[in-house]
């Protein structure tokens, strides 16, 4: 939570929703723009700790919030508060309050799927849209889970997403809760093809977790950092898992159908990769085309999912650079 990650930059606000989002805020120098981070799961703003001290020295205003269901903000229960047109709107309601027209938003892994959305809903307030290894997804597509699986396992050679089927079952959080140290030598690796075997088959998961396993410590992880990742996220799982409930039972689908939304980007968009793997799905690259007549695609040196932990200097570089294009 903001409180714990960077207790200097901590806010936090009470929404028109009844939310109340834990947020790190620092404002911008003279006329330098204001950047939004959005993470994904298992995490917080904590995970921005490389980009937030880097930018705000800098000089650029940066806003980092504990999503919904996440840290120190609101964690509710029923599905519906985890719409991403309802998520999409309480960060513009964030924006607003600190007096914030437009940003660059930055977003990683599930926190791409808010940043999709944000792109669609609101796409005058952003500058910019940047991926980190998670592709932008499109408006109002259905997403069937058994076929996902099917597919990745013909392309790939095995189930890439099994572990959704065991996230969206009720006792999930509570095996994370219970196995946090094992939970996160699995999804924060040194080796990121430990989860071609750990992660990606349906079952696999829950296996290594209820064994109580544990995979070497990550080197781009201290063990100071890693204590306060575990004080921000235990006994948070249940309510984060809701984002992947949301995925899987399609809550969104309606919403977007109904809208109209255009699944063209019309601001300029960055794609940051890894290094290919064996967990990548060919044709990222050719798919953002497809969706982004402004795009720049870079790969950084390393291979793993965590990229803006794995390969801070480099994340950060990119960005600024892509950044001063902008102005």
């Not at 330098?32 to 705000?56: A, K, N």
């Not at 029923?78 to 998520?87: D, G, R, S, V, W």
């Not at 309050?97 to 952003?126: M, Q, W």
């Not at 309510?239 to 689908?253: M, P």
Request: proline share 7%.
């Amino acid at each position: 939570m903001a409180s714990i990650a960077f207790p200097r930059l901590a806010r936090r606000h009470s929404l028109s929703t009844s939310h109340n989002y834990s947020y790190a805020f620092h404002p911008p120098v003279s006329s330098l723009p204001t950047i939004l981070f959005l993470h994904g799961f298992p995490s917080s703003c904590y995970d921005w700790r490389h980009q937030v001290q880097f930018f705000s020295q800098e000089g650029y205003g940066v806003l980092a919030p504990d999503l919904l269901g996440y840290g120190g903000t609101s964690k509710p229960t029923a599905l519906e508060h985890y719409k991403t047109k309802i998520m999409a709107a309480e960060i513009i309601e964030l924006l607003d309050h600190e007096g914030i027209d437009k940003v660059h938003a930055v977003a990683h892994d599930t926190g791409c799927i808010l940043l999709s959305r944000l792109a669609n809903y609101f796409p005058n307030r952003l500058l910019s849209s940047i991926f980190l290894d998670v592709p932008y997804s499109k408006p109002g597509e259905h997403f069937d889970l058994a076929a996902v699986n099917g597919l990745t396992k013909q392309f790939l050679g095995y189930e890439r997403f099994g572990y959704l089927g065991f996230f969206v079952r009720p006792d999930a959080g509570g095996i994370l809760d219970q196995h946090l140290n094992s939970f996160f030598t699995l999804f924060y690796p040194q080796d990121p093809n430990l989860w071609v075997e750990h992660v990606g088959p349906t079952g696999a998961m829950e296996k290594w977790l209820l064994q109580d396993k544990k995979g070497p410590e990550p080197a781009y992880i201290t063990e100071t950092e890693r204590q306060i990742h575990l004080d921000i996220m235990q006994n948070n799982h249940s309510s984060a898992l809701k984002w992947y409930h949301a995925l899987v039972g399609n809550v969104n689908e309606q919403d977007e159908v109904q809208a109209n939304l255009d699944p063209v980007l019309p601001m300029p968009v960055l794609m940051v990769c890894p290094q290919p793997t064996k967990l990548e799905l060919p044709g990222v690259e050719e798919q953002m085309r497809m969706v982004a007549s402004d795009l720049t695609f870079k790969r950084v040196s390393t291979a793993g999912h965590w990229v803006q932990l794995e390969a801070k200097d480099e994340i950060n570089a990119t960005l600024k650079e892509f950044f001063e294009r902008q102005n």
